[in-house]
């Protein structure tokens, strides 16, 4: 089907024989899964849209058993697709075909904590809201967060360089892991995974694992920067009467909030309709065009609070602002965030779901949904914007009953183009994968693919990590 759908070949890879299977049990006993009821889960990602058709699911439990794994399957010219919790939203975590599903499910060790640093060492396979637990009792908080953290692993997180809503005041993966270990397409373990906030030493290697979406190597530890946890948080959940208020909040946030900012999150009318529609949510305000999430977190609350008061009397006595908010207990905060985080599912049960997600320049940003919506009129049935406004990134979303081509038509290269023109990305934060892959050029120029092209084939000759992932197939341009 997938092949049919995206046009897409089987690369001459081996088929797995009942010899390599024997092996296999023999390097991870007893997790070797290969009942299709068991692998179905795994064959298919979390929006549905991409199937693969794998035949086994492996599940080392340390770097060695990747190690034998992976070195077998460079010989055997197996194709392997790393798989974390399958929380990705561009079909990167699936096979295409029948590779073989490598999961880090079972390597979820935590290897140290120093209470002085906060430097967290683990394993790939720590779900990220159970590392973000551990770490808040000994005071401290994990540098990400994201709507997926029940079930995404933090060798994901990396592998995709996952945002999500700490990143405008933790900064991205690529400051915050230190150090982190990565097995080679051909069974080489690369260790890396110092935990030095200061290392010249050559080249950055790490970097290059980061965001690469296992098409480069498999990683295996990470070793991470972990922030104080933070003393006080409050929430602001505010409306306001158009896009250009919610730029306008934002800077006046900026000046007046400083240093306890660590959220500015906006939604659109269109998608609070949807999580009150699909998920029984309440709207806490009289409905507005737009809502904005604001958290701050600081470590004196009776000082957060007095800033956040002063800044709201500033932007609602000068109209920004028509409705407000604020919550400083756990309940309402978690309430508050629910309504941004959980759109997402919302949309999965509006229908089919068309996703982007978009860095522009911030003034640019909500002029994409509307020249969009403008374009596709009554062809979608809904078309929403939501994102991480702090960053200058839009998850820009299109609804339908059912997957239709002709809107594919006219929303692709549209929406890819018209990025472009404003130097935005077509891809902020979820990475390429299988489905964006073709559009990197949009972002990027030749000579950049080209080496990525290089690197890739200097890393895995064979190109048995993920293939069919992240880089455009070659020739098609
Ligand atoms: P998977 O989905 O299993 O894999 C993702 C990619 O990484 C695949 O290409 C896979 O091959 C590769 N990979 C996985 N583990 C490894 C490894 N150990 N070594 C090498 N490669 C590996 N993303 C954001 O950036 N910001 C958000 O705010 C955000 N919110 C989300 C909210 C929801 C509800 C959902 C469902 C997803 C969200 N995402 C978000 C998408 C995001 O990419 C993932 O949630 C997360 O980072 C992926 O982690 P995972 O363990 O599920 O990886
Ligand atoms: C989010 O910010 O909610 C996530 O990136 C998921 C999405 O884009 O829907
Ligand atoms: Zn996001």
């Given amino acids: 089907l997938t092949s049919e759908r995206y046009g897409v070949q089987r690369l001459p890879f081996s088929h797995v024989s009942d010899k390599d299977l024997a092996f296999f049990e023999h390097t991870v006993p007893g997790r070797v899964i290969t009942d299709p009821d068991m692998l179905k889960p795994f064959n298919v990602d979390w929006l549905k849209m991409v199937r693969g058709c794998s035949k086994v699911l492996l599940k080392p439990r340390i770097s060695g058993e990747v190690s034998e794994i992976l070195r077998y399957c460079n010989e055997r010219n197996l ?62 908080i994990m540098p990400l967060d994201l709507g997926a953290k029940g079930s995404c692993h933090i060798g994901g997180n990396v592998a995709t360089n996952a945002g999500g809503i700490r990143l405008l005041r933790y900064g991205s993966l690529r400051g915050t892991v230190l150090g982190l270990e990565a097995v080679l397409a051909n ?137 407000g908010t604020l919550a400083t207990d756990e309940t309402k905060i978690k309430a508050l965030w629910a309504l941004r985080e959980r759109i997402t599912e919302a949309l999965t049960h509006d229908g089919y779901v068309y996703k982007y997600d978009i860095s522009l320049p911030v003034e640019k940003l909500y002029d ?20 991480h406004l702090g960053d200058g990134n839009l998850h820009l979303n299109i609804t339908a009953d059912s997957y239709q081509q002709t809107l594919l038509n006219a929303i692709e290269p549209f929406v890819y183009e018209w990025t472009a023109k404003y130097q935005g990305s077509i891809s902020a934060e979820h990475g390429l994968g299988f489905k964006k892959k073709q559009h990197i050029y949009y972002s990027k120029p030749d000579e950049a693919v080209e080496l990525m092209q290089k690197v890739k084939a200097m890393l895995d000759p064979r190109g048995i990590l993920n293939p069919y992932k992240t880089l455009p197939t070659q020739g098609s341009h």
């Fill in 79 to 140: 194709a392997v697709t790393p798989q974390g919790g399958n929380t990705g939203l561009v079909g990167g975590s699936v096979p295409v075909f029948d590779e073989i599903i490598l999961s880090t499910a079972l390597m979820n060790q935590v290897i140290s904590f120093n209470g002085v640093s906060g430097i967290l060492v683990c394993q790939a396979g720590c779900i990220l809201e159970t590392l973000n637990q551990y770490v808040e009792e000994q005071e401290f």
């Fill in 368 to 387: 994409l949904v509307c020249d969009t919506r403008a374009r596709l009129g009554k062809s979608a049935k809904n078309v929403v914007g939501y994102g």
């Fill in 187 to 323: 069974g080489r373990v690369l260790n890396c995974l110092t935990s030095l906030r200061k290392d010249n030493t050559g080249y950055d290697l790490k970097q290059l694992f980061i965001g690469s979406e296992g098409t480069l190597g498999v990683i295996t530890a990470v070793s991470i920067l972990c922030p104080r946890k933070p003393k006080a948080a409050n929430v602001a959940f505010l409306g306001c009467g158009s896009f250009a208020h919610v730029l306008e909040t934002f800077k006046v946030c900026k000046g007046m909030l400083g240093e306890i900012l660590s959220a500015y999150e906006f939604l659109d009318d269109e998608c609070m309709k949807l999580v009150q529609k699909h998920l029984k949510l309440n709207n806490p305000l009289t409905g507005s065009p737009f809502y904005v999430l604001i958290e701050t977190s600081g470590s004196n609350a009776g000082h957060d609070e007095e800033k956040l008061n002063n800044f709201l009397e500033q932007v609602i006595s000068s109209g920004l602002v028509i409705a």
